[in-house]
Nanobody, 126 residues
C-alpha cells in the first residue's frame, strides 16, 4: 500500500498558475504509475494527466493539453502537476492516484488506480 498526500492547491485568478505536489510513502515509488484526476461539484471524477513509473511516458486530457504538465521525482517520492493558464472551468478538487507494477504504461481510467490521496482544492476566479 502507498499513502498519498496532495498539496499546493488554492485560489488563483484566471490565467494564473499553480503547482500541485503529491508525496507518496512507498519505498518503491518508482514502481508506481501515477495519475492526477479532478472532480468538480456535481460532476464525476475525470482524468487530467498520467505518468508512467520509470519511462517518463505521459498522457493528458484534451482539456488541459498544452497548459498542464505532469512530472515526477522518484528520488523525492513525489509527482507534480504544473498548471498554467488556468481557467474557471479548472476549478475542482484535484486527486493524486497510484497503481503499482505497471512499468511503461500510462492510465486514463480511474478504475485502474488502487491508491488515492485525499485531494486538494483548486479554485480559479474569473
Amino acid at each position: 500500500q502507498v499513502q498519498l498526500v496532495e498539496s499546493g492547491g488554492g485560489l488563483v485568478q484566471g490565467g494564473g498558475s499553480l503547482r500541485l505536489s503529491c508525496a507518496a510513502s512507498a519505498r518503491t515509488f518508482s514502481a508506481y504509475a501515477m495519475g492526477w484526476f479532478r472532480q468538480a461539484p456535481g460532476k464525476e471524477r475525470e482524468f487530467v494527466a498520467a505518468i508512467s513509473s520509470t519511462s517518463g511516458n505521459t498522457a493528458y486530457a484534451d482539456s488541459v493539453k498544452g497548459r498542464f504538465s505532469i512530472s515526477r521525482d522518484n528520488a523525492k517520492n513525489t509527482v507534480y502537476l504544473q498548471m498554467n493558464s488556468l481557467k474557471a472551468e479548472d476549478t475542482a478538487i484535484y486527486y493524486c492516484a497510484a497503481v503499482p507494477g505497471m512499468s511503461g504504461g500510462v492510465y486514463r481510467n480511474k478504475n485502474t488506480y488502487t491508491n488515492w490521496g485525499q485531494g486538494t482544492q483548486v479554485t480559479v476566479s474569473s
